[in-house]
């Protein structure tokens, strides 16, 4: 994930984001790099809105994550982002994304 090439990086978070994700995938580091790209305004809308998906699927395990996560998601001042990346925050916080 620490590749160049956004392109690269948007493929392999596409990758991931089809996986089945079950408790015993959940990686810390991994997590923490989706809460990091999913706020970041220099990031791509893809990588982020990826990010934000793949972080609801791994935070929806846990709570306190959950919690988290949610917390991050509507504290996200919505005019520094891109329409991809509104749209995947309305969609998490309507309760449309499975």
């Known amino acids: 994930m620490k590749h160049n090439s956004s392109s690269v990086r948007r493929i392999a978070l596409n990758i ?14 991994f997590y923490d790099y989706c809460l990091e790209h999913m706020v970041d305004v220099n990031e791509y809308p893809g ?9 609801f699927r791994m935070a929806s395990f846990y709570p306190e994550l959950m919690q988290e996560f949610m917390r991050m998601v509507e504290g996200m001042e919505i005019g520094y982002y891109k329409p991809a990346v509104m749209s995947v925050r309305k969609r998490i916080l309507s309760g449309k994304l499975k």
């Open 16 to 29: 991931i984001e089809r996986l089945e994700i079950t408790t015993n995938d959940l990686r810390t580091d």
């Open 47 to 55: 990588i982020q809105s990826l990010c934000m998906k793949l972080g």
